[in-house]
């Protein structure tokens, strides 16, 4: 494969760009993505594929022009998100859905797999943004918080579940670690909090209410979720998680 054969770009990062290629998606990495990046996030993927979870299948590694890609089955359909966006009158059952499909990843585990929370310690660690006080507290609490080895996606909202005729997909395995479910819940409450803090509450109440988890337990993974999303460096976003490193006890 060459460039002139990808001739229809479907998405588009700092890192890297998506394209059709027949029944494929083709994610070509940017020329200064290293080598092991392209690698492990493929490594990644193939141990949640070996999981049976419903997600594209990688179809080869290769390097098109000096730029390393990863070439997986198109995924056609809308998003939950799109779904969502098109039927709030329904959001209820969207959100049912999307708690429900969370829990069938965590019910996974892939000892493999790299762990979440020494993840989010690298994180925290690499902050340049908050004081040592700050730092501290965050790295005591992620240390206090219980070790398990489910399988968590790591970017988990509606814009990641794809629903066709065939069923439902999950994509965007880039993140996926092992460890606890909650943290994984905690992420995806920010994210939806970045589109409705209404759709993440009535999330978070479906998850805790199914698993008969504390709301208190998940709300105190929070501010270390919070934390580790502000690696990535998104400005319209660092008022809000600056604010969550902040809070320290829930009703």
């Known amino acids: 494969m060459q460039m002139k054969d990808l001739k229809e770009k479907i998405a588009s990062s700092e890192m890297v760009d998506i394209y059709k290629h027949g029944d494929c998606a083709v994610k070509l990495f940017s ?8 690698l492990y996030e493929a490594l990644t993927h193939a141990r949640v594929e070996a999981t049976g979870l419903p997600v594209p299948v990688i179809r080869e590694v290769s390097v098109i022009e000096g730029r390393w890609a990863i070439t997986m089955d198109l995924i056609p359909g809308h998003t939950l998100e799109e779904l969502m966006d098109k039927d709030p009158a329904n959001i209820d059952k969207y959100l049912n859905d999307l708690v429900d499909i969370q829990l069938k990843i965590h019910e996974k585990h892939t000892p493999k797999l790299s762990k979440l929370k020494d993840k989010m310690a690298r994180q925290i660690n690499s902050l340049d943004n908050i004081n040592d006080v700050t730092r501290y507290e965050l790295l005591t609490r ?6 398990h080895t489910k399988l968590c996606h790591g970017n988990f909202s509606p814009s990641n579940v794809i629903i066709n005729d065939k069923g439902t997909f999950i994509v965007d395995w880039v993140a996926a670690r092992q460890g606890n479910a909650s943290a994984d819940v905690a992420r995806t409450y920010l994210l939806l909090c ?3 803090t209404e759709w993440a509450e009535k999330y978070m109440d479906l998850f805790c209410e199914k698993t008969h988890t504390s709301k208190r337990y998940v709300q105190e993974w929070l501010p270390i979720v919070a934390a580790a999303r502000l690696t990535e460096h998104r400005p319209e976003e660092t008022e809000m998680l600056m604010k969550w490193l902040d809070v320290v006890q829930y009703e």
């Open 194 to 196: 970045l589109k409705s």
């Open 31 to 38: 020329p200064q993505c290293r080598k092991t990046q392209a």
């Open 142 to 147: 992620l240390e206090s918080m219980p070790k």
